[in-house]
């Protein structure tokens, strides 16, 4: 008996042992620390005009007192202080904090130290840098949905290393696989922390981002929650679409997951389109791109008994005619999961005048391979079968240059406008 005791004592260790260890392994998996703070997902966010302003945003387990963001301009001694504000938000059973604070009166063209905390304790010290003039280079990614999140962080990581002067990242949708799945946010705000704790991260709502674990559409709430966003009117619509100023770029970033939205939302696509006239028709700047997440071509199946006719999509239908009015330079798309080029369109037919639309890929490992047919309007497309991809976006006081390489860093298409 007493053999037979210490049989089943050996076995309960080691089932706690065990249980213990997967608790610690999966906190230690969805909990990060900047320094001696136990933080995580700390990251930048465009605001409408990131040359004098900033959002830093950042998540934890506790609601901290006098939560802050300390700043100080580069080579300088006179710190600032910013309070946050904090918010519980509770995802599929898993409740954190997360913390917010707007950062004004910067000055432009200038390069400063940050560092978050709360009372008397403080982080580790970030860059935050300031546009200043017509000159900058940004990444482009789209599409970092994944299974496994470590393509996407060695692309990340490359895009980093080959292009340093890089200062900001633009997002374009479906940043995870499943909105609604802590541990994969995680892993996302993990892996490009190297760019987002330094840089102003523009992100773009995806039909992913809507998911719940049961694959159901909802609102996009872990999204809402971890992207403030420039203000927008409608407020209802706050965070969903948004408009910035980055240089001599007026960025429009559109929500056009109208089929996702529309039991919440039925009357969003109207609304922004309205919203769309009005912030085109206010801008001043040289530029004007648009950024979404459903591209605006439509393309047939090769390797789908599926009837699916080449042409435009729904979106590019309801908003095609509305590039060609407001005079839009670029349209920066994802969705499809592959790297197309066009010929610059103006009444849905090539015109050398029209709006240039790049469709811009994927970063993380889902892939479509030779799924898509070519279609008459491409002039370039990814060799195939595809891989995950980045892109720079250039501007210098004449000229846009976007530039799409693979996973190793090799260029395999450019394309440069001039104004």
């Known amino acids: 008996m007493r053999g037979q005791h210490k049989k089943l004592a050996a076995f309960i260790f080691i089932v706690i042992f065990s249980a213990l260890f997967i608790f610690g392994y999966h906190k230690m998996k969805t909990r990060g620390s900047d320094g001696k703070l136990e933080v ?48 519980i938000f509770t995802e599929a059973g898993n409740t954190s904090y997360v913390y917010t604070a707007e950062i004004e009166n910067l000055r432009p063209g200038k390069t400063y130290d940050y560092r978050i905390g709360y009372e008397a304790n403080r982080g580790l010290w970030h860059k935050m840098q300031t546009p200043l003039g ?36 633009l997002m374009l ?17 993990s892996d490009i922390s190297p760019l987002a704790e330094n840089f102003p991260v523009a992100p773009v709502l995806g039909n992913h981002e809507t998911y719940t674990l049961k694959w159901k559409v909802r609102m996009p709430e872990a999204y809402l929650h971890f992207f403030v966003l420039p203000k927008v009117e409608p407020a209802k ?42 912030d085109a028709a206010a801008t001043k700047k040289k530029w004007k791109v648009v950024m979404v997440h459903k591209d605006f071509l439509q393309y047939g199946f090769l390797t789908r008994n599926t009837p699916r006719p080449e042409g435009f999509s729904d ?62 309007l491409d002039a370039y497309v990814a060799p195939q079968p595809e891989t995950d991809n980045y892109m720079t976006m250039k501007l210098t006081p004449g000229s846009m240059t976007f530039n799409c390489y693979l996973p190793d860093g090799k260029k395999i298409d450019s394309i440069t406008l001039r104004k």
């Not at 990251?43 to 300390?70: C, F, G, N």
Request: contains cysteine; proline residues 4%.
């Open 40 to 87: 995580y997902n700390l990251h930048q966010v465009v605001t409408a005009d990131s040359s004098v302003s900033r959002t830093i945003m950042w998540q934890a387990s506790s609601d901290y007192p006098k939560p802050l963001v300390e700043y100080r301009e580069e080579g300088k001694d006179t710190m600032i202080k910013t309070p946050a504000l904090s918010q």
């Open 134 to 169: 017509s000159t900058f280079e940004a990444l482009i990614f789209t599409d970092s949905q994944s299974a496994s999140y470590s393509g996407w962080k060695s692309l990340v990581r490359t895009a980093a290393d080959k292009h340093p002067k890089a200062e900001l990242v």
């Open 173 to 189: 949708g479906d940043l995870v696989d499943n909105g609604e799945d802590v541990q994969q946010w995680h892993d996302w705000f």
């Open 237 to 278: 619509y706050q965070n969903q679409f948004y408009s910035f100023d980055y240089g001599d770029v007026h960025f429009m970033v559109l929500n056009d997951i109208d089929k996702e939205m529309k039991a919440f939302q039925p009357d969003m696509q109207k609304d922004q389109i309205e919203w769309l006239r009005k």
């Open 315 to 376: 979106e590019g239908k309801a908003y095609m005619p509305l590039m060609d009015e407001l005079g839009i330079d670029v349209v920066l798309s994802g969705h499809l999961h592959t790297y197309r080029r066009r010929v610059r369109l103006k009444e849905f037919k090539p015109n050398p005048q029209g709006t240039l639309y790049l469709l811009c890929g994927l970063a993380g490992d889902v892939r479509y391979d030779r799924l898509w047919k070519l279609h008459k």
